[in-house]
Nanobody
Framework: QVQLVESGGGLAQDGESLKLTCAASGDTFNAYIVGWFRQTPRQEREFVAAIRPGGSTIYADSVRGRFTASRDNTKKTVFLQMNSLTSDDPAVYFC?????????????????WGRGTQVTVSS
């Protein structure tokens, strides 16, 4: 098992940046693919990005080119650098972990979840 804790959320101005951190503890971190999802009160949980143990990434179309996922396996930490934030980005952001190689854009693929961190963008 793995436990996940997100941090780094907060308030940013339109066009500014935030960097989220997902700190893991527990089982062998290198075995897990880590995904980022976000959710608003009016929408279902939405895939944002995923990063494999070797560092390869996939992104949702809505964030590609603006968000970058990275990880430090020695520190059991995953990051989501969010640049050029817009009014479409405010949400609670979650990190999640899975050992599955398939369907990484689906929230149901992930067995372990953090509690989320709030991101707010002010115009």
């Amino acid at each position: 098992q793995v436990q996940l804790v997100e941090s780094g959320g907060g308030l940013a101005q339109d066009g500014e940046s935030l960097k989220l951190t997902c700190a893991a503890s527990g089982d062998t971190f290198n075995a897990y693919i880590v995904g980022w999802f976000r959710q608003t009160p009016r929408q279902e949980r939405e895939f944002v990005a995923a990063i494999r143990p070797g560092g390869s990434t996939i992104y949702a179309d809505s964030v590609r080119g603006r968000f970058t996922a990275s990880r430090d396996n020695t520190k059991k930490t995953v990051f989501l650098q969010m640049n050029s934030l817009t009014s479409d980005d405010p949400a609670v952001y979650f990190c999640a972990a899975t050992t599955s190689q398939l369907f990484l854009c689906r929230s149901t693929t992930y067995a372990y979840w953090g509690r989320g961190t709030q991101v707010t963008v002010s115009s």
